[in-house]
């Protein structure tokens, strides 16, 4: 059966609404940690990087050794660093620890997630990373440590009551590719 014109004007009309409707539910933003190509970061030219959270700004990138090394300079302030990701929350992704390697006996820094408005997968240990966010100086209790060690956390320099000095950057956003 051949439809007439004003048929299959009709017909397309309302393929253009159902579809429009389908895609269009309430408009909200992507939810954050939804994964989205960019371009790759400086140190992987040809890897296609994942990012989380907000888009990384353009502006240096800070030595990760540098800033491991001499926290205080950096202290509350915004930075980027780049680095080698050692390990990962195994239960949410809601932390990550990234370093110069994966060698545990080198310094670390704890990366958490903007008031949790964002996550990474679980299986993100072992890729590379790019971070933007502030770091803060932190001590964490005992009872704390446990629960990050119980996630996959290493702590291999602790106080003798069980506390851990971390250096934690909280990130507005996050690259990362393998």
Known sequence: MALTFSQSAWV????AVLGCHAKSAPSKPEPAGVAVPSAAPSSAPSAAAKAFGAPISPGPVLSLAD??????????Q???????????????GCW???????DP????CRVTFKDYGFFVPTDSAGSRAKV?????????????????ESE???FPHKNPDGSVDELRLVANGVELWR
């Open 12 to 15: 397309a009309l309302l393929a």
């Open 67 to 76: 800033v491991l090394s001499s926290p205080e300079r950096f202290r509350d």
């Open 78 to 92: 915004a930075i980027t660093v780049e680095g080698h990701v050692r390990s990962a929350c195994t239960r949410r």
């Open 96 to 102: 990550m620890e990234v370093a110069e390697s994966a």
């Open 105 to 108: 006996k080198l310094p670390g």
């Open 132 to 148: 933007q966010g502030t770091l803060g100086v932190n001590t964490l209790p005992p009872e704390r440590v446990l629960h990050l």
């Open 152 to 154: 996959g956390g290493q």
